[in-house]
């Protein structure tokens, strides 16, 4: 039997079990090939990011004929009844970029660093954006994310208004398949609108389609942006840490990780025992309170 011709191609949008491929051709709607959906569902066996090899139909859509392997995927585990199932929110990020606002609302910076632990888990790199900067002055949004350089994340702070930078926003994005998260509010949808018109507004109607209940159909879906892609992430506010165990949330903290190894207990909680490292480095300043106690929370199993 003669195989079929097929050609790469990348998913841009998925909803209802119909995938938007990007392929060298434009853009081509797909639907799954039945031997794909074969055998036990542990997971979205196609996804928004997942690269795939796509044959051509005669009335012109496409079937999805493999789906190349993922070297990442932002996953959202989903406890049911015959098993955990694996909702992948994006495959293959290059990285997350989290979205706060320095005023208007304020930042819940534990939030953040919910997020943080989230990229951390799934091993994305992650980069802060901190915008609103005109609010506030540059020094106090530097009281506000000042914390985050020193343990390895970037901060970038953000003004629509002022347009400061807006320059180095669009280069840590382009070329890279980005994840961006942040709470409503934030300045999201007009940072992306200055950066590329018309994008923010297109990322907020997908956003809210998300948002409006259960009953509605899910879309996901990326968009291009100078040589990359961005899809937003309204799902990753829910995202739950159900799966992740309190003794191994240390290792998410990158400046508590190689602490660790120095508590005088190896099961240290690094709240009460002595000998603890961690408690010894937050008292000396070295671990800031902030983050300490955000670990503490976290650990807890509370927001």
Same mark, same amino acid.
């Given at each position: 039997?003669?195989?079929?011709?097929?050609?790469?191609?990348?998913?841009?949008?998925?909803?209802?079990?119909?995938?938007?491929?990007?392929?060298?051709?434009?853009?081509?709607?797909?639907?799954?090939?039945? $031997?794909?959906?074969?055998?036990?569902?542990?997971?979205?066996?196609?996804?928004?990011?997942?690269?795939?090899?796509?044959?051509?139909?005669?009335?012109?859509?496409?079937?999805?004929?493999?789906?190349?392997?993922?070297?990442?995927?932002?996953?959202?585990?989903?406890?049911?009844?015959?098993?955990?199932?694996?909702?992948?929110?994006?495959?293959?990020?290059?990285?997350?970029?989290?979205?706060?606002?320095?005023?208007?609302?304020?930042?819940?910076?534990?939030?953040?660093?919910?997020?943080?632990?989230?990229?951390?888990?799934?091993?994305?790199?992650?980069?802060?954006?901190?915008?609103?900067?005109?609010?506030?002055?540059?020094?106090?949004?530097?009281?506000?994310?000042?914390?985050?350089?020193?343990?390895?994340?970037?901060?970038?702070?953000?003004?629509?208004?002022?347009?400061?930078?807006?320059?180095?926003?669009?280069?840590?994005?382009?070329?890279?398949?980005?994840?961006?998260?942040?709470?409503?509010?934030?300045?999201?949808?007009?940072?992306?609108?200055?950066?590329?018109?018309?994008?923010?507004?297109?990322?907020?109607?997908?956003?809210?389609?998300?948002?409006?209940?259960?009953?509605?159909?899910?879309? $996901?879906?990326?968009?291009?942006?100078?040589?990359?892609?961005?899809?937003?992430?309204?799902?990753?506010?829910?995202?739950?840490?159900?799966?992740?165990?309190?003794?191994?949330?240390?290792?998410?903290?990158?400046?508590?990780?190689?602490?660790?190894?120095?508590?005088?207990?190896?099961?240290?909680?690094?709240?009460?025992?002595?000998?603890?490292?961690?408690?010894?480095?937050?008292?000396?300043?070295?671990?800031?309170?902030?983050?300490?106690?955000?670990?503490?929370?976290?650990?807890?199993?509370?927001?």
């Amino acid at each position: 039997m003669p195989q079929t011709p097929t050609e790469p191609g990348l998913i841009l949008r998925a909803q209802s079990g119909f995938f938007t491929v990007e392929t060298a051709h434009g853009p081509l709607t797909c639907r799954l090939r039945g $031997r794909l959906k074969r055998g036990p569902r542990l997971g979205d066996i196609a996804a928004i990011g997942d690269r795939v090899q796509v044959s051509r139909l005669p009335d012109g859509t496409g079937m999805i004929e493999a789906i190349e392997p993922r070297a990442r995927a932002l996953v959202r585990l989903d406890p049911r009844p015959q098993g955990v199932y694996q909702q992948v929110l994006l495959a293959n990020p290059d990285q997350a970029v989290f979205v706060f606002a320095c005023a208007q609302p304020q930042p819940r910076l534990r939030m953040l660093d919910r997020f943080l632990v989230i990229a951390e888990k799934q091993g994305l790199p992650a980069i802060i954006v901190a915008n609103k900067v005109d609010l506030v002055g540059q020094e106090q949004a530097e009281r506000l994310f000042g914390l985050y350089p020193p343990i390895g994340y970037r901060v970038i702070y953000t003004s629509v208004k002022s347009g400061q930078g807006l320059d180095d926003l669009r280069q840590a994005l382009g070329g890279k398949i980005s994840a961006l998260a942040g709470p409503s509010g934030v300045g999201k949808s007009s940072l992306l609108n200055a950066l590329q018109p018309g994008l923010g507004l297109a990322v907020r109607e997908v956003s809210q389609a998300v948002n409006k209940g259960r009953h509605t159909t899910t879309v $996901r879906q990326m968009f291009p942006f100078d040589g990359g892609y961005v899809a937003d992430m309204p799902g990753l506010r829910s995202l739950a840490l159900w799966d992740t165990e309190p003794e191994e949330m240390d290792a998410y903290f990158p400046e508590i990780a190689p602490l660790v190894a120095h508590c005088q207990f190896s099961d240290c909680t690094h709240q009460s025992e002595p000998g603890c490292a961690v408690r010894a480095a937050v008292e000396a300043g070295e671990v800031s309170q902030e983050r300490y106690e955000s670990y503490l929370r976290l650990r807890a199993g509370e927001e």
